[in-house]
């Protein structure tokens, strides 16, 4: 963590409430924050990074110091909401969905919808980038390495949307050995595979198509912590309704649990039979 996101964090953290949100005139405003960031960065040369590594960008300091400590004190706020999964040799570690974080963390909320964040991604791309359904519990999610062994396999975040879906994935927490493992271009048969890995300080971005970055999180250990969050856009909504099976369950399983995703998908199907 940077001195001044530690700085922050100490001098507010007698006044955050249980689920680590500080009071109302210390949090600040997302746009402001992202645009206080952005507008200091060489865009052009950052987009030609993205286009050049196949739809991938790495930076170590991205989110403005105020932001950072926001999102440490809520990670540390949620950790009674994590729900822990294990698949046997592929997955192991804690999740909190969008649906949580509406409820007790909703700065979250408020940056992952900053049109000044979308604007700035979307010179990336060069797509029109939409936010997620509002039952999608990856549209914006905390990830928990707290336990010896949390990890995560090899893996694509495979878009079940028609069109494409890009993962913004921010470090909020880093007392870990953790790192990010990647290869890039591995979807294009005329370019040779390229072999990476980060270890993502708070702060911290990358930047992806889910579809076309093969990474995974080496194994935590004994008395590490990592935290990591993630935002989801898509360039379509839209989703087919075997998709939509397969990704719930999914979620379900290896992620939120059952009662989170299946009650939201309920509330969904009422919505539109009203």
Aim: net charge neutral.
């Amino acid at each position: 963590m940077s001195t001044s996101a530690e700085h922050l964090v100490a001098k507010h953290a007698s006044s955050y409430n249980a689920a680590g949100s500080p009071p109302a005139a210390v949090v600040p405003d997302p746009d402001q924050a992202v645009a206080s960031r952005t507008r200091t960065f060489d865009n052009a040369q950052l987009r030609k990074q993205f286009a050049d590594q196949g739809a991938f960008l790495y930076l170590d300091d991205f989110l403005a110091p105020e932001v950072t400590a926001q999102l440490i004190a809520s990670a540390r706020g949620l950790l009674g909401e994590v729900n822990r999964n294990y698949l046997p040799g592929h997955k192991q570690g804690g999740s909190v969905s969008r649906h949580t974080i509406d409820r007790l963390a909703p700065f979250i909320a408020d940056l992952y919808r900053s049109k000044e964040l979308i604007g700035w991604l979307e010179q990336l791309t060069g797509d029109k980038l939409l936010v997620s359904p509002a039952d999608d519990p990856h549209a914006y999610a905390l990830y928990y390495y707290t336990r010896a062994g949390d990890h995560i396999g090899w893996h694509y975040d495979t878009s079940y949307y028609d069109g494409r879906r890009y993962t913004l994935l921010l470090g909020v927490i880093d007392e870990s050995s953790c790192r990010l493992d990647y290869e890039l271009h591995t979807r294009n048969p005329d370019v040779a595979d390229v072999p990476g890995s980060v270890q993502i300080p708070p702060g911290g971005l990358v930047f992806f198509d889910g579809d076309k970055l093969r990474h995974r999180i080496t194994p935590a250990r004994e008395n590490e912590m990592r935290v990591s969050l993630t935002f989801e856009y898509v360039t379509d909504p839209n989703m087919r309704p075997w998709r939509r099976v397969i990704s719930n369950l999914k979620d379900a399983i290896a992620y939120f649990g059952f009662r989170q995703v299946f009650s939201q998908f309920a509330k969904r199907k009422s919505r539109e039979r009203a």
